[in-house]
């Protein structure tokens, strides 16, 4: 069965830090693959995707993620995090019909 | 681009009642919708998956005598939370997409309906 992993519950950085988020996926083929992020109280809003091609996806927000086949992981980066960044983060992947995504990770911001 | 609209973002009724959520695509036309459940501090949990003109299709464990959903046209869904009680309170969110499959469009989420029964 296909399953997305994200193995940090919660992450805190200071502002103006690098941020890497992992996730992780097990699927029997590529899987799609997204990042969202759920501010709290909200929906979820696209960050980027990744179908094929390129394997170092550019989104919104500065944000940035790299398609790992070797590792089975879709790791979501930024070079510097904002305070406006604090918020939750989900990995979702599936095939052709539906997502599975994974628990979330939180993110906080130290001023 | 791409904005999904869900109404009401917040609702408190009494035990037994009903519940009727919508879901809106605004600028877009959805052929396949999804509902959502999220528990505090927990993942999306998918409850159906819904093309517009045809039945809904329910995950395994969810009740669809429950939860009746609706998608009669290609711009509105409804989920329909019948004789509601406490352990139905929760986080629903749908989300919305162009085409059939997941390398049509990405869904679309709305804003969410947080539903309290007392």
Redesign the interface.
């Known amino acids: 069965a296909q399953s997305v992993t994200q193995p940090d519950i919660h992450i805190t950085v200071s502002e103006g830090a690098s941020l890497e988020l992992r996730c992780n996926y097990s699927y029997g083929a590529t899987p799609y693959l997204f990042w969202y992020v759920q501010s709290p109280g909200q929906g979820l809003q696209l960050l980027l995707k990744y179908f094929s091609g390129d394997t170092l996806v550019q989104g919104i927000k500065g944000f940035e993620a790299e398609f790992k086949r070797s590792q089975s992981s879709f790791n979501l980066r930024k070079p510097s995090v904002h305070w406006s960044d604090a918020a939750e983060y989900f990995c979702a992947g599936g095939g052709s019909y539906q997502l599975t995504f994974g628990k979330g990770t939180k993110l906080s911001v130290i001023p | 681009g791409a904005v999904?609209s869900?109404h009401p973002s917040w609702v408190i009724c009494k035990s037994g009642t009903s519940v009727k959520i919508e879901c809106r695509s605004l600028d877009f036309q959805a052929t396949t919708m999804?509902w959502y459940r999220q528990f505090p501090k927990?993942?999306?949990m998918?409850m159906a998956?819904s093309n517009e003109g045809s039945k809904a299709t329910y995950e395994q464990g969810v009740e669809k005598d429950k939860f009746l959903i609706n998608h009669a046209s290609l711009t509105l869904s409804t989920l329909t939370v019948t004789s509601a009680h406490p352990e139905d309170s929760s986080f629903y969110?749908c989300?919305a997409r162009v085409g059939?499959?997941?390398?049509d469009q990405?869904?679309?989420?709305?804003?969410?309906t947080?539903l309290s029964i007392l």
């Open positions: 999904v869900q999804f927990q993942s999306l998918l998956t969110i989300s059939f499959r997941t390398d990405p869904q679309h989420f709305g804003d969410g947080r």
